[in-house]
């Protein structure tokens, strides 16, 4: 049943038969893609047609490729600038969240906790409009009230990452703090009595000893910016980001321009994904 | 202000802008939003638009079936995954236990859109099972299998059984082994060893991961509108309709709001029957 025990050849191969399918299921999608990508052919599927890196490289009037194709490379940057800006809020505030939260004693402590890992539970779509239903009541009262015309609570790249922070924060909250559960506290303490001030002990020493983390919630904060549809479809503006840009591709006109950037895709996760294996094994 | 007392402000302040601002406030207003009548200027309160959720058999039953469906898909990803989890972290050499379990985390981190994408290629009549079966002689004719029920379920537990793979496997490191040879040693049956030691030990990880599934399913758009056939029913998509098509935000918020509840309350009763707190679901 488990490494140390003995097991009968039928069940050991039917469990391990299991599991390839299992894997299977899982890669088939990511190989499908990636295989497809290289077709030379309009069509998004089989049949086969031969290899060809038209999707990548043609510009004629039947073929437009990735590396010609203006509107999905805007995408792309715009979704790298947006996960960028939001990684970097997601963080800052995690970590301090974070410190907030396993370091302090506070009035209303519990409660507050309570809503700063709420996020894990609310479904994206419900962030999205709640989000969207208040920004635009505070900007319509602003413009109304004061004839201020506040672009940030109308629908565009600052919504969209706000809205999208107000998950990641949670993310990189519960990241940063499960290091910080390992923390000594004693060497804060004796940062403290050699008359250090609580904000200079963070930033020499929790801190520091916090970065493992905090780059790990970067990291993870900027991918699921990168993927997010669900909370980012409500708050966008003119400039969609690149999920709402395949979707729409998707529904309305799929070429296999779409099998090559998501070839891309994931290509660079499984780079990623390599780089992480091989650094976590040299620890 | 001693030096201890600004920290705690530096930090408290932060945090209590993203928690008020992006969280709190927001969903008030969607619970407020819910009771105004759109066009109706005057403030006043009405049910109108849980009314005509209650009258129009569309919406009643479109949100009765996606939370069947999610339950369903919610069992369905640990019995799927279960297996792989106990393999993973029991049974299979340690060497190889780090690189599958990266593979594991490559499809979630390439993003949904892009892996429901892939299922569109895999079933579609020119899809990559087709193209298969007729190429083995099997069928002669494409099966429909994309735009169906099933097709939109595989998207379903795709891009969410993940979620429940992970936490299962982290609550397995704990479980020592001696435990399940000591059992072994006595007589006891797998099944016995499964019933008795090994789940007991794992409900935890089950009960986050399945809170997780259940709340991304629930609220997912992409898989069922993509993937899902023209006839098929997701509350999602109405709460999309509201807000993106026929631009009635109240009504669409008082769905959101509803939408919230059904998923909180079955997400508070698996915490209550398993004994657990939300402050453990993100550990």
Do not use: C
Not at chain 1, 85 to 92: C, E, F, G, R
Not at chain 1, 237 to 248: A, N, Q, R
Not at chain 2, 93 to 121: C, H, N, Q, R
């Amino acid at each position: 049943m488990i490494r140390s025990l003995p097991n009968s050849p039928m069940y050991k191969y039917g469990y391990r038969f299991y599991i390839v399918l299992f894997f299977i299921f899982l890669v088939l999608p990511l190989i499908a893609i990636s295989v497809l990508a290289f077709n030379d052919s309009n069509s998004i599927a089989l049949p086969w047609h031969g290899f060809s890196l038209d999707w990548f490289f043609a510009h004629t009037d039947k073929r437009v490729g990735l590396f010609h194709d203006t509107d999905l490379l805007r995408s792309i940057w715009i979704s790298l600038e947006t996960a960028f800006a939001m990684a970097v809020l997601s963080t800052i505030v995690g970590t301090m969240a974070a410190l907030l939260f396993e370091q302090e004693r506070f009035k209303f402590k519990g409660l507050l906790y309570f809503f700063a890992i709420a996020p894990l539970v609310i479904p994206g779509v419900i962030l999205g409009i709640s989000i969207l239903l208040s920004s635009t009541y505070v900007g319509d009262l602003l413009d109304t009230k004061f004839g201020i015309d506040a672009e940030v609570f109308s629908p565009g790249f600052w919504l969209v990452v706000f809205g999208q922070f107000s998950f990641g924060a949670t993310y990189a909250l519960l990241l940063i703090s499960a290091r910080l559960k390992k923390f000594d506290p004693q060497l804060e303490e004796a940062a403290l009595s050699l008359k250090a001030t609580r904000l200079q002990a963070i930033r020499y020493i929790t801190i520091p000893f916090l970065k493992p983390a905090i780059i790990g919630a970067f990291a993870v904060t900027f991918i699921m910016s990168f993927a997010n549809f669900n909370t980012t479809i409500f708050l966008i503006g003119s400039d969609p980001t690149l999920p709402v840009e395949l979707f729409s591709r998707i529904k309305f006109s799929s070429t296999p321009v779409l099998n090559a950037v998501s070839f891309m895709i994931v290509l660079f996760i499984t780079i990623v994904a390599t780089i992480s294996l091989f650094t976590n094994r040299k620890k | 202000m001693s030096g201890n007392k600004k920290a705690f402000y530096f930090l408290l302040i932060p945090v209590l802008l993203w928690l008020v601002l992006l969280i709190i406030v927001p969903h008030i207003d969607l619970f407020i939003s819910s009771f105004k009548v759109d066009g109706d200027s005057s403030s006043v309160f009405s049910l109108e638009n849980y009314t005509i959720f209650f009258k129009e058999k569309i919406y009643w039953f479109t949100f009765l079936n996606t939370v069947i469906y999610a339950i369903g898909i919610t069992l369905l990803a640990f019995v799927v995954t279960f297996p792989v989890a106990f393999y993973l972290t029991k049974v299979v050499d340690k060497k190889y236990a780090s690189f599958l379990t990266l593979m594991l985390l490559i499809p979630l981190w390439v993003g949904e859109l892009v892996t429901i994408y892939g299922w569109v290629i895999i079933l579609g009549d020119h899809g990559v099972i087709n193209e298969s079966l007729i190429w083995l002689g099997i069928i002669d004719k494409p099966i429909t299998l994309l735009y169906t029920n099933f097709s939109m379920s595989i998207g379903l537990l795709y891009m969410s059984m993940l979620f429940m793979t992970i936490p299962v496997m982290t609550t397995l490191e704990s479980l020592d082994d001696s435990l399940i040879e000591a059992a072994s040693d006595l007589g006891a049956s797998k099944f016995t060893i499964f019933r008795r030691i090994i789940i007991p030990h794992a409900m935890p990880g089950i009960i986050n991961g399945g809170i997780i599934v259940f709340m991304l399913v629930i609220g997912d758009y992409v898989a069922p509108n993509i993937l899902g056939g023209k006839s098929n029913l997701w509350f999602t998509e109405q709460i999309y309709n509201q807000f993106l098509s026929t631009f009635n935000w109240n009504q669409g918020a008082a769905f959101g709001f509803l939408l919230l509840v059904i998923s909180s309350a079955v997400i508070w009763m698996a915490l209550k029957l398993s004994g657990q707190k939300l402050e453990k679901v993100g550990s």
